[in-house]
């Protein structure tokens, strides 16, 4: 059974703890999901939920202060920090960017000298969805000086604030930004000014910090698709504090319902004091950026948004004619999702220490049903339907795409002509190189992504592909282009799964030869 453990008052009566503990217990073991945790925030009661175990093959239950990282959801946090600047007018959300931190500056002249506070947040800058993320994703050894600087260097997609596309690097400038004008490191800050006055004691702000109450993460990465198979615990994870203010934080349930009251309260923290003003409580729900609507498939239509908004660090939405404010999160091995329901004065977060994202929707919807009085369908079978013809259509992409490749043909080079030193404007270098060991076979290492190397296997023509030795990196297409005269003009990359995650950004990278071996 699930533990619900009441930190305000009775049970909410709208939600029933031996049905929700059913549902859980479906949706984990429909989807594979080792554990999992919930807390729901309704009129003034806060009730924690925690099912199944921290890590796969042992006995450790998840709990009330079981901490999850959290992803993504790490940003409302960001611009928490930032309204509480705002309030003591040492910011302002129309503040330039470039004049409080200096040397930030984009590819573009204009973006560069127009960005202001709020441009930064909501994901209308021009980069490309999850541009720039191999900066700092899964590891990396540039600091957040660095990355705000290199920034500079990424082409944008679009034109500055013509639309939307989902961003990570530009929530590290607005950490970088938290501590420009506080004079406080970002952690320091979200520590001093956010964490300790709502008393969320469990909550780490390194993705690096390991604690006995932490989960394991997890994900089914035994097969060529992502999401295949059987479920493992990661021998590799996230690492490095560069990409911190964009998604590091780990948190529990309990403190997850503290920082979830508090936006409930628009700012007012449970002594009455207030942690930001109720302009900014407005401001951080407001809808700056629209979001393109995809149609979601007939077995969980009825969660089709109407209209979808980013506004900063939450998304702005509509479920089954109820405005919610909602973000979702995502590590290697954990996604996360938090859900505010402003006419019910209403909340909850749920955290998973595996990537069942189809789990997490359907314990999503089954609460909001719940929340909101409801009908619900059977959300478990349709979202493990849908993610099911997601998986077969990857599948047989790639098995088409192994069909379709002549190993015989190529390469133009011999071995030793590949190798060399490559840079890229924006990612630094990269190292082709011959290992005697392996009778000249190619390796390839990112030099500032420590843990990102590998080999190459030639595929065909003068393309091979990348075997790391991180098992939980997504492999890679590495095409060589070449000059009429032989020579290499430049070398890109491409994800060989169709449903890599976009952080696993090659396509934006662009290597020309430095030197070569």
């Given at each position: 059974m699930g533990q619900a453990v009441l930190a305000h008052g009775a049970l909410a009566p709208t939600v029933s703890a031996p049905a929700l503990d059913a549902f859980a217990h479906k949706d984990m073991q429909t989807f594979g999901t080792p554990g999992m945790a919930a807390v729901i925030v309704d009129g003034g009661k806060t009730t924690t939920y925690a099912w199944g175990v921290r890590k796969l093959g042992t006995s450790a239950k998840v709990d009330a202060h079981t901490i999850f990282?959290?992803?993504s959801n790490t940003k409302a946090f960001t611009t928490a920090a930032l309204a509480i600047l705002v309030d003591e007018g040492k910011l302002h959300w129309n503040d330039r960017v470039a004049d409080k931190l200096p040397g930030f500056r984009m590819y573009d002249a204009y973006a560069s000298s127009e960005m202001t506070v709020t441009d930064l947040l909501v994901h209308r800058s021009g980069l490309g969805l999850g541009e720039g993320d191999l900066m700092m994703f899964p590891t990396s050894n540039r600091t957040r000086a660095e990355l705000v600087h290199d920034i500079r260097y990424l082409k944008p997609k679009y034109s500055f604030r013509s639309g939307y596309d989902y961003d990570n690097v530009l929530y590290v400038v607005a950490g970088q930004l938290v501590q420009a004008v506080s004079g406080q490191r970002w952690e320091d800050f979200v520590q001093q000014h956010i964490l300790d006055p709502l008393q969320m004691h469990d909550t780490q702000t390194s993705i690096d910090a390991h604690t006995a109450d932490q989960v394991a993460l997890h994900?089914?990465?035994?097969?060529?698709?992502r999401g295949v198979g059987k479920q493992a615990v990661l021998t590799t994870v996230m690492t490095g504090d560069v990409f911190a203010p964009a998604g590091a934080l780990q948190v529990s349930a309990v403190d997850m319902g503290r920082w979830l009251q508090l936006q409930l309260d628009r700012g007012k923290m449970a002594d009455g004091k207030r942690l930001f003003s109720e302009a900014s409580a407005k401001m951080l729900w407001t809808p700056q950026t629209l979001i393109p609507i995809s149609p979601l498939p007939p077995e969980v239509a009825l969660?089709?948004?109407q209209f979808d908004?980013?506004?900063l660090g939450l998304e702005v939405q509509d479920y089954r004619g109820h405005k919610i404010i909602t973000h979702l999160g995502g590590?290697?091995?954990g996604v996360s999702a938090v859900v505010i329901i402003p006419d019910q004065h209403?909340?909850?977060?749920?955290?998973?220490?595996?990537e069942d994202i189809g789990a997490l929707f359907a314990m999503r919807e089954h609460l909001l049903d719940t929340l909101l009085g409801?009908?619900?369908p059977d959300w478990i079978a349709g979202y493990k339907q849908m993610f099911d013809s997601i998986h077969a259509s990857a599948i047989a992409a790639l098995h088409n795409q192994g069909a379709t490749t002549h190993p015989e043909r190529g390469p133009s080079l011999p071995l030793s002509g590949y190798a060399g030193v490559y840079r890229d404007p924006w990612y630094g270098t990269?190292?082709?190189s011959q290992d005697k060991s392996r009778h000249g076979a190619l390796d390839i290492s990112f030099d500032r992504s420590p843990g990102l190397h590998g080999t190459l296997e030639h595929v065909q023509y003068d393309t091979f592909l990348t075997h790391w030795a991180m098992p939980d990196v997504e492999d890679a297409y590495v095409t060589f282009v070449l000059n009429p005269d032989g020579s290499i003009d430049r070398m890109t990359m491409k994800a060989v799964s169709p449903l890599a995650d976009f952080s696993w950004d090659y396509q934006d990278l662009r290597f020309v030869p430095v030197t070569k071996h």
């Open positions: 990282p959290i992803g994900a089914k990465n035994t097969t060529s698709v969660a089709q948004p908004a980013y506004a590590v290697l091995g209403a909340a909850f977060a749920i955290m998973l220490n595996s409801l009908p619900s990269a190292t082709i």
